[in-house]
């Protein structure tokens, strides 16, 4: 089945590599090519406009521009930092987000500013996207410095004080301290990686996601495939059980991801339903529907 990307990245020109390594981010191009054997009909691509995480800084009339250009391949959520504007905690970034949702932006994020999850700045933020509408894609880090993302610890204690105060506003979680919640084999230690093993009992993201609607999730990277995939029967359940919430996604950066293990989360999805693992209804909304009915995703031929 096609799908749609709700997490990805690219660049429109090829810049500066990576330190210690000679990799720079995918082109469109090279994106549209992987898509082909991944089956996906369209990727949303995330702006690399953040300080704190981007290699090649990136600006959202760039991925305009990307957009512009392959309007059947891509999508886009705008990016706002949010020292932006007046670099205050009260700065109207409504001005900013209002503009780029006029012009076709679907979201804002990926989240990667370095801020604790209630910081003045991070609840500004929030509260701006809750007043436009626009949905956000954030990325947690462990603590402040040396990592990029909003900062909660251990149970997400902040980022439930931030579900329960924007209700109206949709947080779609991703990252390695995010997912690894979703068990109760989480730990200071593995926190920030993937946790294995089986028999795991339900963590914090199961009775968040439970507790408040507004909180969704999106499935990419290493991080999203190994929390359904490490223990496959607990993985099919709350797919199932959360399957209006949650979105297919790769989090591809550079050509080389071609190879990368969570990449296989587009054919474990699809074995999953022509196992009854999971049901054609959960698979249809984990793949697209829930990119197009809750995002706003437009989907040609879907």
Not at 84 to 89: C, D, E, K, L, W
Not at 174 to 197: C, L, M
Not at 235 to 251: I, N, V
């Amino acid at each position: 089945m096609q799908k749609v990307d709700i997490h990805v990245h690219t660049r429109a020109y090829k810049g500066i590599t990576r330190m210690g390594a000679d990799t720079t981010y995918a082109s469109p191009e090279e994106l549209i090519d992987m898509y082909r054997h991944l089956n996906v009909s369209k990727g949303v691509i995330l702006p690399g406009g953040a300080v704190e995480c981007s290699i090649q800084l990136q600006s959202n009339e760039e991925v305009m521009a990307i957009v512009e250009k392959y309007p059947e391949n891509f999508d886009w959520f705008c990016n706002i930092h949010p020292r932006m504007g007046g670099n205050s905690p009260d700065y109207d970034l409504s001005y900013f987000i209002a503009y780029y949702k006029e012009r076709g932006a679907k979201g804002l994020g990926e989240v990667t500013a370095n801020f604790y999850f209630d910081d003045p700045f991070a609840q500004n933020l929030f509260f701006h996207c809750q007043r436009q509408q626009m949905p956000i894609i954030f990325h947690v880090a462990p603590k402040m410095g040396g990592y990029y993302g909003l900062v909660d610890e251990l149970g997400l204690p902040r980022l439930e004080s931030m579900l329960a105060k924007f209700p109206d506003l949709i947080f779609i979680g991703h990252s390695q301290p995010f997912w690894a919640e979703i068990g109760d084999n989480v730990t200071e230690e593995n926190r920030n990686g993937y946790p294995k093993g089986d028999g795991f009992g339900e963590g914090r993201i199961v009775e968040l996601m439970r507790r408040y609607p507004n909180l969704h999730a999106d499935l990419s990277a290493g991080s999203g495939y190994n929390a359904v995939t490490k223990d496959p029967e607990f993985g099919y359940d709350f797919l199932e059980e959360f399957s209006d919430r949650l979105y297919f996604g790769t989090d591809i950066c550079a050509p080389e991801n071609k190879g990368a293990e969570f990449l296989n989360l587009s054919s474990w999805l699809d074995n999953a339903r022509d196992r009854g693992k999971i049901s054609q209804k959960a698979h249809e909304r984990i793949s697209y529907k829930n990119a197009k009915e809750n995002i706003g995703i437009e989907i040609p031929n879907l």
